[in-house]
């Protein structure tokens, strides 16, 4: 009775102990996915501030356009240059949001860690009392 | 060994296992390689900004150029192209600008600076990162070999230690602070006591060899100030030299004993102007009676100072001696600087610690005896 009771014991905290990796495994992905979108990002603001750089250099007369599908559209370079701006205050915002997400998954990640650790310890010292008995 | 085990003494191999060690540099090693893949990637955008502006900048040369235009993917059909001064750029995210062949370039160039700046960049983060590979692969050698790690608590030196350490600093920090002090009070107060020993001396060593000394040696004094601006410049040797002829030929050699030539410790520099000064004051101020007290006082507390201030004071008052006595020459010093203080310092000698900046004064008294 004792042991089928601790050995389904046993099988419960492994069960738990799969679904918890799962769930970890599934945070670890989250994250380097966000990781990947921000490096994406952020290689996108370099590119919209260099273009801003550049707009600010051109003449007040200078011809801009913009390419919009197969097309280029002409554009004022006042337009543009408040297009371009907006674009890297959006890509900047959604810079930060991702880190905060990024933050949020790492610390679920840990406390995970932290439980998985716990259950593998609790598994252990109950193979070992089943050992002694 | 009585006492109980100070430390311990792991080995480093089960510290740092060198497998895991080596994992490390691996990684890192792994990321070197990546970064300098980047590197060689912005090497070559560098490459072809750079042809592409050779290109740009060649093109405005004619007004056209014959040219096979791409048509499809294998095909090519014979052109030309023409308005060879006109632009359309990239500047990315989308957006075109209408550019001439110079302006491009400027672009370009400035495209060109960006790409340079990234690969240095990347070139000081593979430096770093170059480094720490070496450390692990040392510490993965380090726990190969076997190399253990000895820790021992140094807690129960630490406190008296660091008392001690920290209190010795502590007056250190003091006396260097008290010494500057001093030093600076000395100056002020030998600036004071020259002043006042220039008119006290008239009282002080009014006696009769000084009023020879005076009488006879007062063209010379004219003629070795001088001497005495030119040899601010000679070395230190020469200047020796004048002193120890000087006593010779002093008639006021047989000045009483206890009198001993006041030697002003302020810079050589400022001696030239002051004697200047003191003649004018000799020859044309009656001597004024200033009070005998204030001057020992002055002088005891100037030689307190250099008991206190020894560390650097005797080596610059050395100097000084040499210096301003030779400046004033024998009969300068005889004229002018003598004033009776030798019972204050030999008081401050005998009272308080030996004072080593006496060292010098005391020498001096004995060549004069």
Do not use: C, W
Request: proline fraction near 4%.
């Amino acid at each position: 009775m004792a042991s089928s009771s601790s050995s389904s014991a046993a099988r419960d905290l492994q069960k738990d102990l799969e679904a918890k990796a799962n769930d970890l495994s599934k945070i670890q992905k989250d994250i380097s996915k966000n990781h990947q979108v921000r490096k994406k990002y952020t290689i996108q603001l370099g590119e919209n501030e260099l273009v801003l750089k550049e707009l600010d250099l051109l003449n007040e007369d200078a011809n801009v356009y913009k390419l919009i599908g197969p097309v280029l559209v002409k554009q004022d370079l006042a337009e543009a240059n408040a297009n371009v701006k907006k674009r890297i205050e959006y890509i900047s915002a959604e810079l930060k949001r991702l880190d905060s997400t990024v933050q949020d998954l790492e610390e679920k990640q840990n406390s995970k860690k932290e439980a998985i650790f716990k259950l593998q310890q609790r598994i252990q010292s109950l193979q070992a009392g089943k050992a002694k008995a | 060994m009585s006492n109980p085990v100070k430390g311990t003494v792991t080995s480093l191999s089960s510290l740092y296992s060198p497998e895991d060690a080596q994992k490390a540099s691996i990684r890192v090693q792994e990321t070197i390689t990546e970064h300098q893949k980047n590197i060689q990637q912005l090497q070559t955008f560098l490459n072809e900004n750079n042809t592409l502006i050779n290109l740009v900048k060649k093109l405005p040369d004619k007004l056209n150029h014959d040219i096979m235009v791409p048509f499809g993917k294998a095909a090519f059909f014979p052109g030309k192209l023409i308005h060879t001064n006109e632009f359309m750029v990239l500047l990315g995210e989308g957006y075109y600008a209408d550019r001439t062949s110079k302006q491009t370039v400027e672009i370009l160039k400035r495209r060109g600076k960006d790409l340079e700046s990234q690969i240095e960049n990347l070139n000081g983060i593979i430096k770093d990162l170059k480094f720490e590979a070496s450390f692990f692969d040392e510490t993965a050698t380090e726990a190969a070999e076997g190399i253990v790690e000895i820790r021992e608590d140094y807690v129960e030196e630490t406190p008296n230690e660091d008392k001690a350490t920290t209190a010795g600093e502590d007056d250190f920090a003091r006396i260097l602070s008290r010494m500057e002090e001093l030093e600076k009070e000395e100056l002020e107060n030998e600036e004071l006591e020259s002043e006042v020993a220039e008119e006290g001396e008239d009282l002080d060593t009014a006696d009769l060899s000084h009023l020879m000394s005076r009488t006879s040696f007062e063209t010379e004094v004219k003629s070795s100030e001088v001497e005495a601006k030119n040899e601010h410049s000679t070395s230190q040797i020469s200047l020796r030299n004048d002193t120890q002829q000087d006593p010779k030929d002093s008639p006021a050699f047989p000045v009483s004993k206890d009198s001993y030539v006041k030697v002003p410790t302020l810079s050589g520099s400022e001696a030239p102007p002051r004697l200047v000064e003191h003649n004018k004051s000799k020859n044309s101020l009656p001597p004024t009676p200033v009070s005998k007290n204030e001057v020992s006082t002055l002088a005891s507390s100037s030689s307190n100072d250099r008991s206190n201030a020894s560390a650097i004071a005797p080596v610059s008052k050395e100097v000084s001696n040499h210096g301003s006595s030779s400046t004033n020459d024998s009969s300068k010093a005889f004229t002018g600087s003598i004033v009776e203080r030798t019972h204050n310092i030999e008081n401050n000698q005998k009272g308080q610690t030996p004072a080593p900046a006496s060292k010098p004064v005391s020498r001096f008294k004995m060549q004069r005896r």
